[in-house]
C-alpha cells in the first residue's frame, strides 16, 4: 500500500536552530499538508500545497516557517529559528483530491510523523 | 463554539461492550466527514468516512445529521484492541480549497 514517508523520525535541536522536516508524499497524490500535534493536544493544520504554491495556512505558519518542494518527490518543512514552544509531532499529510470534489479521494493518508524537540 | 468539538473522555468500557461517540461541528457548509483513530504517539489513520446515509463497517457504525450539525461513531462488541483515541474530521472549503479540521479526539479505553 502507498505511504506517505517521512524523515527524521525524531530531532533533538538547540532553540535558535534551524530545522528542515521531510516528506515523500504518495506519488500520484497533488496536494500536501503539514499538520503538527503537541503533546497531548489535537492535530492542528499548518499548511497546505498545491501546484508548487501554499494554498491555505494557518496562523500558526508565521515567518519561522516555510515549505517547499525542491524536486518531483520532496515536500519540506523548514522552521528558522525554532523555539520552545515548536517541541511537537509534525505530521505531513497528502491526498488526490480536487478542492472542489467530495469524494473519497479526497481522504488524507499521514506519514507516520517526525517528533521534534526543542531544547 | 469551536470547529470541531468532541469529548475527549477517557471512555472507559469493558470488552464487548457498545460504545457511541459524538462530534459536532460549527461550518454548516462542510462537505465531508470522517473518523480517524489514533494510537499513541502514531498518526492518524482513516477509520471510516462518513456518509449522509450513514454507513457500516462490521463493528463500527458513523452517522451524520446534517441538520443538527454533529457525526456519531458507534463500535460494538469493543475489543481490546479498539483502545484508542477517535479523532473526528470535517473537511470545508476555504476560499476554493479544502480546509481539513480535527477534533481534539475521544479516548477510547477498553477493559479486559
Known amino acids: 500500500e502507498p505511504e506517505v514517508t517521512q524523515t527524521p523520525s525524531h530531532q533533538v535541536t538547540q532553540m535558535g536552530q534551524e530545522v528542515i522536516l521531510r516528506c515523500v508524499p504518495i506519488?500520484?497524490?497533488?496536494?500536501f499538508y503539514w499538520y503538527r500535534q503537541i503533546l497531548g493536544q489535537k492535530v492542528e493544520f499548518l499548511v497546505s500545497?498545491?501546484?508548487?504554491?501554499?494554498?491555505?495556512k494557518s496562523e500558526i505558519f508565521d515567518d519561522q516557517f516555510s515549505v517547499e518542494r525542491p524536486d518531483g518527490s520532496n515536500f519540506t518543512l523548514k522552521i528558522r529559528s525554532t523555539k520552545l514552544e515548536d517541541s511537537a509531532m509534525y505530521f505531513c499529510?497528502?491526498?488526490?483530491?480536487?478542492?472542489?470534489?467530495?469524494?473519497?479521494?479526497?481522504?488524507?493518508?499521514f506519514g507516520a510523523g517526525s517528533r521534534l524537540t526543542v531544547l | 463554539r469551536k470547529e470541531v468539538e468532541q469529548d475527549p473522555g477517557p471512555f472507559n468500557v469493558p470488552e464487548g461492550a457498545t460504545v457511541a461517540f459524538n462530534c459536532t461541528y460549527s461550518?454548516?457548509?462542510?462537505?465531508?466527514f470522517f473518523w480517524y483513530r489514533q494510537d499513541c504517539r502514531k498518526e492518524p489513520k482513516l477509520l471510516m468516512s462518513?456518509?449522509?446515509s450513514g454507513n457500516e463497517d462490521g463493528r463500527f457504525t458513523a452517522q451524520l445529521n446534517r441538520a443538527s450539525q454533529y457525526i456519531s461513531l458507534l463500535i460494538r462488541d469493543s475489543k481490546l484492541s479498539d483502545s484508542a483515541t477517535y479523532l473526528c474530521?470535517?473537511?470545508?472549503?476555504?476560499?476554493?480549497?479544502?480546509?481539513?479540521?480535527f477534533g481534539i479526539g475521544t479516548k477510547l479505553q477498553v477493559i479486559p
Open positions: 499529510a497528502s491526498n488526490r483530491q480536487a478542492p472542489l470534489i467530495s469524494s473519497g479521494a479526497n481522504v488524507l493518508t
Open positions: 506519488s500520484n497524490h497533488l496536494y
Open positions: 500545497f498545491y501546484n508548487n504554491e501554499i494554498s491555505e
Open positions: 461550518n454548516s457548509a462542510s462537505q465531508s
Open positions: 462518513v456518509y449522509s
Open positions: 474530521v470535517v473537511n470545508d472549503r476555504a476560499g476554493g480549497y479544502q480546509k481539513v479540521t
